[in-house]
């Protein structure tokens, strides 16, 4: 079944969805991919504050396009999660809610998700243009140097994705491939 | 020996159209493949899946925008006539510059950094171009232009396996190597191998694969029921659609070969994603 959620998501939010789940996203939500990561990555390290508040956020790795004019955002599908693995624990813990992707993660953002009642939501990776339907504005809120990859701010109307890892740790990408495996 | 000038503006125009054309439009060979799995697939969420790229890539096509945001890195394989000579530039630069304006122009994402490691500065132009050039005989140039995304790419690998793995090893690295890649390929995804040659030419041969329609076969039926097998075989492994369990985990397995050293058997895996883009042009 597919669920609506007008965000910020709340921890009811989360509690409730389990992997699998078909979801609709309506509210805001922020962008990041790998350069960005990596910034916010080595200010923490240096104990510094970020440029944007992740608490209560969720994250969508993409890198968009260009917009076309006439369009509020250029294609912009899900970039692959585990480039950003490395940085997703430390994110987590600062209070981000969740990220939106796609593909597989590793265990320590498993359990990072598990520790913090977080989430872990794939998009469908290339198909941008349609995704993009769903993205009404942008906004850029910082690293705007790093053009593609640069964080922006998504006004977002039933952006469509799968619970892909739920709070409780329950992986898709671990329960569904087996059951159509035939070799 | 007559020469055939071309202008080097020629050379520019057709580039900028094969790399706008190829990321607006997905080849017919994918759609329909897309569209026979679609009828295959056993799984529901794979089902939907699937229609969501159809959707995808028929909305791409109708308004013209890029189908994926990752338009990629530019990669051409080019037949250059020996009777050919560019005026009024070079080559190269006339290729770079059908890229440049391509991207610009195209509202095609630029994904190229100009440092691969200390630096990773955009060069805002999605330029330099990767371009492979054989000198052929006669007076016309041929194209075939691809812009390949990174998702799939960062999945590919190559071995330099030597002959006693035989056949048998041949095709358990690259099934090795589709089953490492995962759900992260974007799925279901295009396999391009190429075997023999030397180390850069086993990898070369493997992008060439993945640029040649999946509705054709290798010339020797001995490669061709391989890829039929290995596409059988990755169809088993269940990742499917987005990797999101099914039976459409690829679309087709193409392999190129070239004669090989007697101590060797180098097998090269360049794994693309559905929107597997490419287009070409003869000059």
Not at chain 2, 1 to 13: L, W
Not at chain 2, 99 to 127: I, W
Not at chain 2, 169 to 184: E, H, Q, S
Not at chain 2, 191 to 206: C, D, K, N, Y
């Amino acid at each position: 079944m597919t669920k609506k959620i007008t965000l910020p998501i709340t921890d009811e939010d989360i509690r409730d969805l389990r992997a699998g789940d078909s979801v609709l996203l309506t509210g805001s939500i922020l962008t990041g991919r790998d350069a960005a990561h990596k910034r916010l990555y080595e200010l923490l390290e240096q104990g510094r504050e970020l440029p944007v508040d992740l608490k209560g956020e969720l994250i969508y790795y993409v890198g968009p396009a260009p917009a076309k004019p006439g369009y509020a955002v250029g294609p912009a599908g899900p970039t692959s999660s585990y480039r950003m693995d490395k940085y997703a624990p430390s994110l987590l813990d600062l209070g981000l809610k969740g990220m939106i992707g796609k593909g597989a993660r590793g265990q320590d953002v498993i359990d990072a998700i598990v520790r913090n009642k977080a989430v872990y939501l794939v998009a469908i990776g290339g198909a941008a243009a349609l995704i993009a339907k769903s993205i009404k504005s942008e906004e850029i809120l910082c690293y705007e140097d790093l053009g593609t990859e640069a964080v922006r701010r998504y006004e977002v109307e039933d952006f469509p994705c799968i619970v892909a890892i739920d709070s409780f740790g329950n992986n898709v990408y671990e329960t569904e491939p087996p059951k159509y495996r035939t070799t | 020996m007559e020469i055939r000038e071309i202008d080097a503006a020629v050379i520019t125009a057709a580039v900028k159209k094969l790399f706008m054309d190829c990321n607006y439009f997905i080849g017919a060979d994918i759609m329909d493949a897309l569209t026979s799995a679609r009828e295959r697939e056993n799984s529901p969420v794979g089902r939907s899946v699937l229609d969501q790229i159809i959707e995808n890539d028929r909305i791409a096509a109708a308004e013209e925008i890029p189908l994926c945001q990752d338009t990629g890195m530019a990669v051409l394989f080019v037949e250059y006539g020996d009777r050919v000579c560019v005026a009024n530039g070079n080559f190269d630069e006339a290729v770079n510059e059908g890229v440049r304006q391509a991207y610009e122009e195209g509202y095609l994402r630029k994904s190229v950094v100009d440092d691969p490691v200390f630096d990773r500065v955009n060069t805002r132009d999605n330029t330099p171009a990767v371009i492979h050039t054989k000198i052929v005989s006669g007076s016309k140039i041929r194209i075939t232009a691809g812009g390949k995304g990174f998702g799939s790419e960062n999945m590919s690998a190559i071995k330099m396996l030597t002959p006693s793995y035989g056949a048998e090893g041949v095709k358990r690295f690259i099934l090795d190597t589709v089953c490492a890649a995962g759900p992260n390929p974007c799925p279901p995804i295009v396999v391009g191998v190429g075997i023999g040659g030397t180390f850069e030419r086993a990898a070369q041969l493997a992008k060439k694969a993945t640029f040649r329609p999946i509705d054709t076969h290798h010339p020797d039926s001995r490669y061709a029921d391989m890829e039929d097998e290995l596409l059988s075989e990755i169809n088993k492994m269940g990742f499917g659609p987005a990797g999101l369990g099914g039976n459409t985990t690829a679309l087709g397995v193409n392999i190129e070969t070239a004669p090989t050293h007697i101590a060797g058997m180098p097998v090269a895996v360049n794994i693309c994603c559905h929107a597997a883009r490419h287009a070409s042009a003869e000059i």
